[in-house]
């Protein structure tokens, strides 16, 4: 069988288009993945460790560009649609799965204009533009939340939730072999985050007296990790500060605490590996999406969500210390976490792609 796997950018939309790869690789290893994405997104950094091949088409995004960068991005469509078209009529897959962000687009659409079976997921509860155009078309759509299904054709939805890496969910209940520190893994997304960079920057004279007994581990983006680094070590903290994590299922089994933005796909990873959180939602994310989806996990008791625009390294610090203190809160919000864990939604996807493909070939 032969898949192509459309789309990323960021690791929100990759990452769950990753975790439906290995999936299938895991039912026949025969199987042939190919991703589709661009020379710019992360795409082009993490597939190549994992084994997987990419095909990166000149595309770029349209929305809140400008005048120029707009029009000079929708001159490339067409030529992406030829290079696409030229792509599915050599590798000749069985179907096209888009994952979100706009490398998805010329690949799911031309598709679906050559006979070849479609499908696009959706992570989060409001959808992206490129989804919402390849909605009308596509013969399967795969939400998170149930509450998306206003935006597709209802006969199409399938909400089996955010598919998550097979290394989150081998690794739940497996801890790495911890030391005697309290572990911190700290990120803000594929590219970092300024707001947490800041308020972590800024609790770090807050910590004194438990420093000692602190390991972070803080994937920072690549703007500010020599700030971050020479500041930790300044306060003679035990940090490992990278631009990117490429093994963040290790890095989450190490950790007796996560501070993190609430996307989606880090809520799924979260939930699936039953990890404690203090959540900082992005506080520009549409319809405040990212907050909606930390106030779920609050509810239920498995993490607590600090707004960014109350944040302050006093506060975060207070609330680490609370934790480090406390380690049966921890060890409560783990469990409420694994709770919520949807460890079925990369097979379900995947069930459902050859259910799709065995219909088209009776």
Known sequence: MKIIIAGGGTGGHLFPGIAIAEEFMR?????SILFVGTKKGLEQRVLGNMGFNLH?????GIKGRGIIKTLGALLKIPRSIVESCRLLRAFHPDIVIGVGGYASGPAVMTARLMGIRTAIAEQNALPGITNRILGKFADRIFLTFPETKKWFPEE????FGN????????????????????????????????????????????????KDKL???????????????AHYESHGIDADVLP?????????????????????T????????????????FPHAANDHQTKNAEALVAAGAAVMIPEKEISGKMLAETIEKFFLHPDLIRDMEARSASLGNVRAAADIVDACMELITLRNL
């Open 27 to 31: 039912r026949d290893q025969t199987n």
């Open 266 to 281: 880090s809520i799924a990873e979260i939930t699936a590996s039953g990890k404690a959180a203090i959540l900082i939602p």
């Open 163 to 210: 598919p998550v890496r097979a290394a989150f969910i081998s690794g739940i209940r497996e801890a790495e072999k911890r030391t005697d520190k309290f572990t911190l893994l700290i990120f803000g997304g594929s590219q970092g985050a300024r707001g947490i960079n800041t308020a972590v920057f800024d609790s770090l004279p807050h910590l004194a007296k438990i």
């Open 215 to 229: 390991k972070i581990i803080h994937q920072t983006g690549s703007a500010d990790v020599d700030s971050l680094a």
């Open 156 to 159: 199409k939805i399938m909400a």
């Open 244 to 264: 990117f994590i490429m093994d963040m299922a290790r890095a989450f089994r190490s950790a007796d605490l996560i501070i993190c933005r609430a996307g989606a």
């Open 56 to 60: 990166a088409l000149d595309v770029e």
